[in-house]
């Protein structure tokens, strides 16, 4: 089985399918600055020149923080093309505190926000980061959709839906893609990731790598000592293998971590070995 490691977003846009999320770099709860902002830059300027082109954040994150470090590290590279998703629909009261907030109101400021933050004039992908249940989703995905068409947003997503929501918003507006919590071994999407299979739309799986819970499994274990990988490389070898509409997006403020979850492009796993890793997941 011969794993594409680039993934067709438009006719204009072809993208790597390994990409970076932002969201680790700011402080503790996604909240303040980084400890050292210069190295949170110099991480985004490190994917960028290992070829990374796909570029997750949000202006929750922080709030704004990692969007400025990415509007730096974006300077520092005139001529990266990198394709950036961000995201709109959390207002944040403080560490680890996220609320859901759909006005339509709020949602155009978010979208000039993000805009402003990261020196863009227009957001490649704009995703709905939770659809708030107190507000019609038309009334959500209605605002985005005026900005589409005035020049500020090319394509639009969604994040953390059901198939049910999934299927009602492509009734009001284009989607392209769906980020929800997925990896090796919580797949409780799984309905939606075969949605998305089946539409040809982008599946971006945030918290790609469990952080850290997956180092604890024998299995996997056993399976990156044979490819001489870490836990970490096995693991996003196999999500990769999984699906060719999933782009995962594994963040981190180090790196040498960024350019390991990098080098997990080149393992190929054997049918044995991915059939082995797919059952950790179903138990």
Do not use: C
């Amino acid at each position: 089985m011969k794993v594409k490691l680039t993934y067709q977003l438009d006719s204009e846009l072809t993208i790597k399918r390994l990409g970076y999320g932002t969201m680790q770099l700011p402080g503790p709860g996604v909240w303040g600055p980084a400890a050292d902002e210069q190295n949170a830059v110099k991480v985004i300027e490190t994917v960028i020149d290992h070829g990374v082109n796909f570029i997750d954040t949000a202006d929750a994150y922080g709030p704004l923080y990692a969007n400025l470090y990415l509007r730096q590290a974006l300077q520092n590279r005139p001529d990266s093309q990198v394709v950036v998703a961000t995201k709109v629909g959390f207002t944040r009261q403080g560490p680890g505190q996220w609320t859901p907030n759909g006005r339509p109101e709020y949602l155009r400021q978010q979208v000039e926000m993000n805009l402003f933050s990261l020196g863009l004039d227009q957001l490649d992908l704009l995703q709905l980061h939770r659809i708030d249940p107190t507000i019609p989703l038309a009334e959500q995905l209605g605002v985005l959709a005026q900005m589409q068409q005035e020049g500020k947003i090319k394509h639009i997503g969604l994040s953390q839906v059901t198939v049910e929501q999934l299927a009602a918003a492509q009734k009001i507006v284009p989607i392209v893609s769906v980020q929800n919590r997925y990896n090796l071994i919580d797949r409780r999407d799984e309905d939606v990731l075969q949605y998305a299979e089946k539409h040809h739309l982008a599946f971006i799986p945030w918290f790609p790598l469990a952080t850290g819970k997956l180092t604890h499994d024998s299995q996997l274990t056993k399976i990156a000592a044979k490819y001489q990988a870490t836990p970490a490389q096995i693991a996003l070898a196999w999500l990769l293998q999984r699906s060719d509409v999933i782009l995962p997006i594994p963040g981190t403020k180090s790196s040498d971590h960024a350019l390991q979850n990098i080098a997990a492009t080149k393992i190929k796993l054997s049918t044995a070995d991915f059939e082995l890793l797919d059952q950790l997941g179903k138990h």
